[in-house]
């Protein structure tokens, strides 16, 4: 089998990237495997129509999608997902929208809180409170931070003993079966919270010239 390389520049916002596909032609049937970019409102556009669901786009996305032998007509919504994210964008299931933003803003959007019992696509964002038995959560943040994406969200609540993750729910999913193989043992308590007397502001003639 011969192969060659096709060399295709894609857009995204101000940054220009350089994409390699492969096209591979076959001695023994002589078929050739072609692939042709489709410009990502045009994607959005026919799994709209294929859905029936309502998206609203961020004036940032701005590519062009590289395909290999596939109908945009053809593409389902998971695939879909997974087809935006490799491209640097994320779906925000809001109500009856999707927003689609770049990626980086992600966790800065309305993600949906999910408790697990949930079935959601593996690319879709998703905010989860996982909660902590046997040891003190902040210690697993330096542990699984590195395993997570720059954009995604993960914090320690001392309080709680909880952590609060916003990533694609397989990334979810996966830092959540980590922490229960290591939170095993005895519970804990969690960290008392200082709690803060509340500030009134004065009221009467004193407070007129505030």
């Known amino acids: 089998m011969k192969k060659r390389m096709l060399r295709n520049t ?26 042709h970019a489709v410009p990502v409102v045009t ?3 026919a799994v709209a129509k294929r859905t029936g669901k309502k ?44 927003r689609v933003v770049p990626e980086s803003t992600a966790r800065h959007q ?14 879709l964002y998703v905010t989860k409170i996982i ?9 697993l943040v330096p542990v699984l931070r590195p395993l997570l994406p720059q954009q995604s ?17 397989a990334n979810v999913r996966r830092i959540e079966t ?4 290591l939170d095993r043992g005895s519970a804990i308590k969690p960290e008392p919270c200082p709690i803060r007397p509340a500030v009134v502001p004065p009221v009467g003639p004193a407070s007129a010239g505030l």
């Open 10 to 35: 894609v857009a995204c916002g101000c940054t220009a990237m350089l994409l390699w596909t492969a096209t591979a032609t076959s001695a023994a049937d002589g078929g050739e495997t072609r692939s």
């Open 43 to 45: 994607l959005i556009d």
């Open 55 to 98: 998206f609203v786009v961020d004036p940032r996305v701005n590519a062009d999608i590289t395909l290999i032998e596939d109908n945009p007509d053809a593409i389902d919504y998971e695939e879909f997902l997974t087809i935006l994210q490799v491209n640097g964008f994320a779906a925000i299931e809001t109500g009856d929208l999707v």
């Open 110 to 123: 309305p993600v949906p809180i999910v408790n697990g019992k949930e079935s959601v696509p593996d690319s």
């Open 131 to 139: 909660a902590v038995r046997s040891m003190p959560a902040a210690q």
């Open 153 to 169: 969200h993960f914090v320690a609540v001392a309080c709680s003993n909880d952590l609060v993750i916003v990533d694609t729910a």
């Open 178 to 181: 980590i922490v229960q193989s």
